[in-house]
């Protein structure tokens, strides 16, 4: 597969502070990819980067096999954004907002833009300036999902929907998947990125700390384990990948890496095993544990 | 705890906001005062010149209509009548800014919600912005009167002029207190109290105008008109002001009940519902641009045709009040010093016409940047939309305003002077190309220091008001006049049009035009 976005070692920098420094980002083309990171990692310089706002200065980028900043303007035909904070012209109504944009990309599918009004519950009769966030989100989503392009790049698109609209934009990103689409979905909503994603790239301070899929990216992770044995096992503190290991009699909790799973079930095995739960790493666990680790990390480094 | 909970905090927030702003208003008020009685004393130097002067003046319905009755032929009387009326529109403006800036607007962008949710009462907000207003006013008064005593008038009439400039502005706050309850859009509340004004102006207008048998009462029926009825210098009616304080009054308690009867961020008016679809106009960046600054532009050129048809009537009865040799040289000054007594008047006149054009044409293109900086710049420029014909349908709109306002500004004055058709309708034309270097001086600020470029662009228009406004003053260092494109602007009717410079200011225009664009390619939006 060729891959629509391809970054690598991109770097920016505002006057004195690095936004970005050295990432790298590669997005399949038909994949729905997760790009996650924690407030002010960067995500929204490196898609204001692809949409050709602002000049890289490192690095290189391309998308749809073009340049983001030397043909913006074909490249643009070819996709539709979805900003994070979106901003309307107070005057202008929904419905307006919605045309005005499809026409400036070339053309709306007027099908879809009637049926996404629909499910998104928009009134495209009200003024801008009426709207609240969550409404104000609606707008610009259904104008990029009712546009027929090949991708498209959306900066968290749900931090203002309430729940029900937030199944709605699921939905929707799961029609974009069957059709083909390929989505670069921004967030920090760790449910919706499991629920959507095939690929994830986690971020931070510029930089790429982790990529691949979540079946990738879960066997870096632990596995949380509890058991109730038949008498007090063996040598589980001496095997490697162990951690917080509580041994209360014959009961046992710890968390085990998961490519340290086989021993250690061995070891519970040889103890024989009355009970067992074993809950898979979430995201989340994951998540926090980049950010733990890497500062650990840079700890190590300075110290 | 009290409704009015917070509103000192509040206020104090809001001053250090708007220190810089209050600033430069406070600068211009005493700069206003301080140019006309400076510029009277130097066209007049005798008492008989200037009760000369007072006499013509007195009876040109055009004047009158402009600034009002005459009260008295004293520096300090003339004075007064030149700036009661314009000062006191500019302080209501300045005080429906501040009042909407503070309730509505703040409202709208939701940061009330912030200090709302903080242990801050329900009126809070809506005092702290008649607050603010209301100081501002008071010290823009004593600033008034203070440089007016510190130039030599009297003590009496110098505080009852400020007093009287100060209390139109009080009213107009009190107005914008309740427009900002009416609507909950920031840009309509503004634009009612806006009307109010206008309204106040318009009644002031006719009713200073019109002959003693006809409507005179309608001036005290203006906020505007008690600012020019109080007769400071003139005899002084100190009690006029308590009408614009009682006014002032009654609207702020008005506006509190208002305010105390509707939710957050709603208003009294309805929101009337809008198309669902865009009309077929609004699918290319120049639908786009047209749409966002045709609404405005109509306004201006509303503005330029009245003020045309203003100046060309007042040109009629000009030749008698230029008798005076000394008058004549001076008024020579600022225009072309050929031609006709009427010429003259009408050529120095235009010229400042062509400032207020290039305050058109700078606001139009600073909406550029005002659209990228609220982030309306983005979206656009996410789609198939390039930088430079979203930039460049601004621009062109911009800059076809400014010769459509030139025209008309030529055509009213063409029409209210009732002669001179061709000569005058040119004039108002050779106003475009000094305008459209300060248009392409926004334009090149914003594409090459956007975060300057509003500070920058209006910095340099007003570094060249003050050049053509103490130009004659200047006549001995003459580099500092050239750096202003209104030096090189042909004087018309009357003077000679020597194409070079004309050529020139386009060709500098194009320049610069051409800079902006170029640097807006290769910078970062946002």
């Not at chain 1, 979540?214 to 109730?228: F, G, K, Q, V």
């Not at chain 1, 040889?270 to 990390?297: H, I, W």
Request: charged fraction near 15%.
């Amino acid at each position: 597969m060729t891959a629509a976005i391809e970054i690598v070692g991109l770097r920016k920098a505002y006057g004195r502070t690095i936004a970005l420094d050295g990432l790298d980002l590669t997005v399949a083309s038909g994949e729905v990819h997760g790009f996650l990171g924690p407030n002010g990692a960067g995500k929204t310089t490196t898609i204001r980067i692809l949409l050709g706002l602002l000049r890289a200065d490192g690095g290189s980028a391309r998308m749809l096999g073009g340049d983001p900043w030397s043909q913006a303007t074909e490249l643009h035909r070819r996709l539709a954004y979805v900003p994070g904070d979106v901003s309307l012209w107070p005057s202008f109504t929904g419905g307006q907002v919605i045309d005005l944009l499809g026409r400036l990309r070339g053309g709306l599918d007027e099908g879809r833009r009637a049926s996404l009004i629909q499910r998104f519950e928009l009134d495209p009769t009200k003024r801008a300036s009426a709207y609240s966030k969550g409404n104000r989100q609606k707008v610009a989503l259904i104008a990029a999902l009712a546009s027929d392009v090949e991708l498209l790049l959306l900066d968290e698109p749900t931090a203002g929907l309430d729940p029900l609209m937030e199944a709605v934009f699921r939905s929707c990103i799961e029609e974009e998947r069957k059709r083909g689409r390929t989505v670069l979905l921004s967030s920090h909503i760790l449910s919706e990125v499991e629920a959507l994603c095939d690929r994830v790239t986690i971020i931070r301070a510029g930089k790429t700390v982790e990529s691949g899929s979540l079946a990738d990216l879960r066997h870096l992770t632990r596995t949380s384990i509890s058991a109730e044995l038949d008498g007090p096992p063996q040598g589980l503190d001496q095997l490697p990948g162990v951690y917080d290991l509580d041994v209360e009699g014959d009961r046992v909790r710890c968390e085990v890496d998961s490519d340290k799973l086989t021993p250690f079930l061995k070891a519970l095995a040889a103890a024989g095993v009355r009970s067992l739960t074993s809950q898979p790493p979430t995201l989340e666990e994951l998540f926090l544990r980049q950010y733990t680790s890497s500062d650990n990390e840079h700890a190590g480094v300075s110290s | 705890m009290s409704t009015l909970t917070g509103t000192g905090a509040l206020t104090r927030l809001a001053v250090r906001r708007d220190r810089i702003m209050l600033a430069v208003w406070l600068y211009v008020f005493a700069a206003f005062i301080a140019a006309t009685v400076v510029g009277f004393r130097g066209l007049y130097k005798t008492q008989a010149s200037l009760a000369s002067f007072a006499a013509g003046a007195g009876h040109n319905s055009a004047f009158l209509s402009l600034y009002g009755p005459l009260y008295g032929d004293s520096l300090g009387s003339v004075s007064a009548w030149r700036v009661s009326a314009v000062l006191s529109v500019v302080g209501s403006l300045f005080s429906i800014f501040v009042v909407i800036r503070h309730t509505r607007a703040d409202e709208e962008s939701g940061r009330l919600e912030l200090t709302g949710s903080e242990p801050v009462g329900r009126h809070a907000a809506l005092a702290t912005g008649v607050l603010v207003a209301a100081i501002a006013n008071l010290v823009i008064g004593a600033v008034l009167a203070v440089v007016a005593l510190a130039l030599g008038l009297p003590a009496g009439g110098s505080f009852l002029l400020g007093a009287g400039i100060a209390c139109c502005g009080l009213a107009f706050t009190g107005v914008a207190a309740v427009t900002a309850q009416l609507s909950a859009s920031a840009r309509a509340a503004r634009g009612l109290a806006i009307g109010a004004l206008v309204v106040a102006f318009a009644l002031r207008a006719v009713g200073d105008a019109s002959s003693a048998s006809g409507p005179r009462l309608l001036s005290w029926l203006s906020p505007v008109g008690w600012a020019v009825l109080d007769r400071a210098f003139g005899g002084g009616r100190w009690w006029v002001l308590a009408l614009g304080i009682l006014l002032a009054a009654a609207l702020v308690i008005a506006g509190g009940v208002l305010a105390g009867r509707r939710d957050y961020d709603a208003g009294l008016l309805p929101q009337r519902p809008g198309p669902a679809r865009a009309s077929a106009s609004l699918s290319s960046p120049l639908g786009l641009a047209w749409r966002l600054q045709s609404g405005t532009l109509y306004a201006w050129l509303a503005g330029a045709l009245i003020y045309g048809l203003l100046i060309g009537s007042s040109a009629r009865g000009i030749g008698g009040l230029l008798k005076s040799a000394s008058t004549r040289k001076a008024v020579s000054d600022y225009g072309s010093g050929q031609g006709g007594l009427s010429e003259i008047y009408l050529a120095a006149i235009l010229g400042f016409t062509g400032l207020v054009i290039a305050a058109y044409a700078v606001s139009a293109v600073l909406r550029l940047r005002s659209e990228e900086s609220g982030g309306l710049a983005e979206p656009v420029l996410a789609t198939g939309t390039g930088r430079l014909a979203w930039a460049s349908a601004h621009v062109l709109i911009a800059a076809a305003g400014t010769a459509a306002m030139s025209l008309l500004a030529g055509l009213g004055t063409a029409v209210g002077y009732g002669a001179l058709f061709g000569p005058l309708v040119w004039a108002g034309l050779a106003l475009a190309p000094a305008a459209l270097v300060l248009c392409g001086l926004a334009v090149a600020l914003f594409g090459l220091v956007p975060s300057r470029s509003v500070a920058g662009s209006w910095t340099l228009f007003g570094l060249f008001a003050l050049i053509l406004f103490l130009g004659p003053l200047l006549r001995a260092s003459h580099w500092l006049l050239d750096v202003s494109p209104f030096t090189h602007s042909p004087k018309l009717p009357g003077g000679t049009v020597s194409a070079l410079p004309v050529v020139l200011l386009c060709l500098i225009a194009l320049a610069l035009t051409g800079a902006g664009l170029a640097g807006l390619r290769r910078r970062d939006i946002g």
